[in-house]
């Protein structure tokens, strides 16, 4: 039976990498996720909707991930959240060393969003451990499974 609570109790924004490779991941894994998502500890984020539906290789693909992702509870882009991201980057700069701040605008956004919005975040990007540093969600590490074959390193 699917434990949907495999990743936590707390609701997740699952990032693009996770669905870029949940189909790598095992059955057990996948077959967990997917329950979660029907219980709602999976959630929806406009900057993952946007950031997964690039990837899309042609129109059927494209439909397909934004049914995928239209089907979740969908959390709010909103001021708020933008305001916080510049904090988080800005707390990065005066925290570390010359470049510390350097994370995608994707993934501090989705960061932002899980503070403002008190879930947490599922991954398999480095910048979440970085984020959570400043923001107050917890970073869930999905996998590690196999790097997607247009993936360097």
Sequence with gaps: MPDPTRFGDVPLIADTTVWSKLKFAP???QAD??????????????VVRLEYLFHAKDHS???EY???LAALPELPL????CRLATDALRALRHRGSHGNHKVKAPDVLIGATAAVNSVNV??????????????R????????????????G
């Design 66 to 68: 934004d049914a995928r």
């Design 78 to 81: 909103t001021p708020v959240i």
């Design 33 to 46: 996720f997917r329950q979660a998502a029907r219980e709602g500890l999976i959630v929806g984020s406009p």
């Design 137 to 152: 969600f917890e970073e869930v590490r999905f996998g590690p499974y196999p790097s997607l074959p247009t993936e360097k």
């Design 61 to 63: 693909k494209f439909d």
């Design 122 to 135: 599922l991954h398999d990007d480095k910048h979440f451990a970085k984020l959570a540093t400043v923001l």
């Design 27 to 29: 059955p057990d894994v």
